[in-house]
């Protein structure tokens, strides 16, 4: 017989009851059963960063989590940043600005490990921001524009804009 359990996760805001595998990661939860498919996954093992999501207000790797574990705790995913469809977080639209992307697979991992780390406080110098965010890794090489994209947001963060017009 198949081992599942009914847990309810708290996403983006809003209570998602799922049925699974307390084996199953919270990545999959997300990506599987919630058909929330912004989170990515890159590797699975906890090497890339193109999972990451926040727990709690904190950024994990999703893939070395299990849904199970978050249950319960505020869970923030990419598709909860902006908080209408003509307005994009400061992280978001300043990556669409200094073209911080090209494939845009691990953007969302890059843009959701980027608010942690202005939030951290790890973006107030360029090798802050790179140590920071060396846990994110990005094929296309758009390391030099994601940094200006943080050093860009972080100013207006720092200003208490949150979000911009589009
Ligand atoms: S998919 Fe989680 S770190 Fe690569
Ligand atoms: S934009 Fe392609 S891997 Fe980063």
């Known amino acids: ?12 805001g809003s209570d998602r009851s799922l049925a699974i595998d307390p084996r199953t990661t919270l990545l999959d939860a997300l990506r599987e059963h919630l058909g929330l498919t912004g989170t990515k996954k890159g590797c699975d093992h906890g090497q ?22 978050a249950e319960g705790l505020p869970v923030a995913t990419i598709e909860g940043l902006s908080r209408s469809e003509d307005e994009l977080h ?6 669409v600005r200094h073209d911080a992307f090209q494939c845009g697979y691990c ?13 951290e406080g790890h973006a107030g110098s360029d090798s802050d921001i790179r140590e920071y ?22 100013g207006s963060l720092a200003k208490g804009i949150e979000h911009e017009t589009l």
């Open 1 to 12: 017989m198949k081992n599942v359990e009914t847990i309810t996760l708290h996403i983006n």
């Open 48 to 69: 890339c960063g193109a999972c990451t999501v926040h727990v709690n207000g904190a950024r994990v790797l999703s893939c070395l989590t299990l849904a199970v574990q």
């Open 90 to 95: 400061v992280v978001q639209a300043a990556f």
């Open 107 to 119: 953007t969302p991992g890059q843009i959701m490990s980027a608010v942690a780390c202005i939030r």
């Open 133 to 154: 965010m060396s846990g994110n890794i990005c094929r296309c090489g758009a390391y030099a524009n994601i940094l200006e994209a943080i050093k860009d947001a972080a």
